[in-house]
T-cell receptor, first 115, second 108 residues
Framework: DTEVTQTPKHLVMGMTNKKSLKCEQHMGHRAMYWYKQKAKKPPELMFVYSYEKLSINESVPSRFSPECPNSSLLNLHLHALQPEDSALYLC??????????????FGPGTRLTVT | AQRVTQPEKLLSVFKGAPVELKCNYSYSGSPELFWYVQYSRQRLQLLLRHISRESIKGFTADLNKGETSFHLKKPFAQEEDSAMYYCALNTGGFKTIFGAGTRLFVKA
């Protein structure tokens, strides 16, 4: 299995809702990423997990809460979002070897709309 | 500051014409550079990376450290090459910085 899967594909939520985005990979990758992509813009890194530990948090507001329950799963918990948080949320994974970068494999994304 | 610049938002060429998508980077160390591509309604995927020096789908890219460039080239564009192309810079570790992207449109 060489794919990163993401659920749901689309999500519409109100500003008071709590929802979660899910990401899964079975390539044995030990680094997993969350990106935010606004329309016609490049992906912006939000979080990176390495060996299930949070390695990078790009000063993301606390209304976004990542979780890595095991080496294959990555969640993004959402609470009290703002309309400007509407975007495509991409998950990616890669190998993890200190000091070197590897290609990232991206999921198809979850299109989030906050009303 | 580390930065990736793709000066063209849109590049339109005729089928069979050569194409060059420009990418310049700003980084004082030894960079690792990538080109990612996103075809319509498909996920973002790696096209090529400079360390492998390979040709994928007829595309090549050479790292020019003197000019801090990593331009993507193809001698004869095909309609199926129409997509969004992102140049990306990794400086070691997990952070990859993406350029703003260039939309390539290949006309029949």
């Amino acid at each position: 299995d060489t794919e990163v899967t993401q659920t749901p594909k689309h999500l519409v939520m109100g500003m008071t809702n709590k929802k979660s985005l899910k990401c899964e990979q079975h390539m044995g990758h030990r680094a997993m990423y969350w990106y935010k992509q606004k329309a016609k813009k490049p992906p912006e890194l939000m979080f990176v997990y390495s060996y299930e530990k949070l390695s990078i948090n790009e000063s993301v507001p606390s209304r976004f809460s990542p979780e890595c329950p095991n080496s294959s799963l990555l969640n993004l918990h959402l609470h009290a979002l703002q309309p400007e948080d509407s975007a495509l949320y991409l998950c990616a994974s890669s190998q993890d070897r200190r000091g070197r970068s590897y290609e990232q494999y991206f999921g198809p994304g979850t299109r989030l709309t906050v009303t | 500051a580390q930065r990736v610049t793709q000066p063209e938002k849109l590049l339109s060429v005729f089928k069979g014409a050569p194409v060059e998508l420009k990418c310049n980077y700003s980084y004082s160390g030894s960079p690792e550079l990538f080109w990612y591509v996103q075809y319509s309604r498909q996920r973002l995927q790696l096209l090529l990376r400079h360390i492998s020096r390979e040709s994928i789908k007829g595309f090549t890219a050479d790292l020019n450290k003197g000019e801090t460039s990593f331009h993507l080239k193809k001698p004869f564009a095909q309609e199926e090459d129409s997509a969004m192309y992102y140049c990306a810079l990794n400086t070691g570790g997990f952070k990859t910085i993406f350029g703003a992207g260039t939309r390539l449109f290949v006309k029949a």
